[in-house]
């Protein structure tokens, strides 16, 4: 699992939409949310360097409010019910793109030449902003087919989505869920063979 610099979000895809569903993960059997303040929705911005297409918050004087955090958590679920439909090999609704249309249409995009990259800049509210981008990004998959390479994570108490076109990756990560199976069944021989 690849983290941001400061180790708190797993950043698996590159992918806005699928980032922001794996702002949800279960640590030792407890489901935590990493978007409870506004400032850690600050900080996954910046983990993804979507600051780049909000520049009203690039403002020292610019912050994420409480409300905004709450439509984006509230987004993240209708993201996280699709995308797992999607990897237990349903098909994606009709409803569901007209969401993600209607939140793209709430801040269209406008696009501006950055250290030389072409980035999106939606234009309406912070939030609203946010929502767009993410949308876009999920429009994006869908329209490249990658949606339907989006597994979960072959460990039962995890709760993180990939997307594997190899279609021989069981984890959300080697080095986490990977590692613990792996421990847990050595473990699991060893006290065996103790017994024995």
């Given at each position: 699992m690849t983290l941001n610099n400061t180790g708190s979000f797993p950043l698996l895809s590159g992918h806005p939409s699928l980032d922001l569903v794996n702002t949800e993960l279960v640590r030792r059997g407890i489901r935590h949310d990493l978007l409870i303040r506004p400032e850690d929705l600050t900080a996954w911005l910046e983990?993804?360097?979507?600051?780049?297409?909000?520049?009203?918050?690039?403002?020292?004087?610019?912050?994420?409010?409480?409300?905004?955090?709450?439509?984006?958590?509230?987004?993240?679920?209708?993201?996280?019910?699709?995308?797992?439909?999607?990897?237990?090999?349903?098909?994606v609704t009709r409803s569901w793109i007209r969401l993600m249309e209607a939140c793209i249409a709430n801040a269209p995009l406008s696009y501006h030449f950055l250290d030389g990259r072409l980035v999106p800049v939606p234009l309406g509210s912070d939030t609203d902003a946010i929502l767009s981008l993410v949308?876009?990004?999920?429009?994006?998959?869908?329209?490249?087919?990658?949606?339907?390479?989006?597994?979960?994570?072959?460990?039962p108490e995890c709760v993180l989505l990939y997307v594997d076109r190899s279609g021989r990756r069981k984890w959300c990560s080697m080095k986490i869920c990977g590692n613990r199976i792996k421990v847990a069944r050595n473990q699991a021989k060893k006290d065996h063979n103790q017994d024995m």
């Open positions: 983990a993804l360097n979507m600051k780049e297409s909000l520049p009203s918050l690039q403002h020292a004087s610019s912050e994420i409010t409480k409300e905004a955090l709450n439509k984006v958590k509230e987004f993240r679920i209708v993201v996280r019910d699709m995308y797992e439909r999607l990897a237990d090999g349903r098909e949308a876009l990004d999920a429009l994006r998959l869908l329209e490249a087919g990658e949606l339907a390479y989006l597994h979960r994570c072959s460990n």
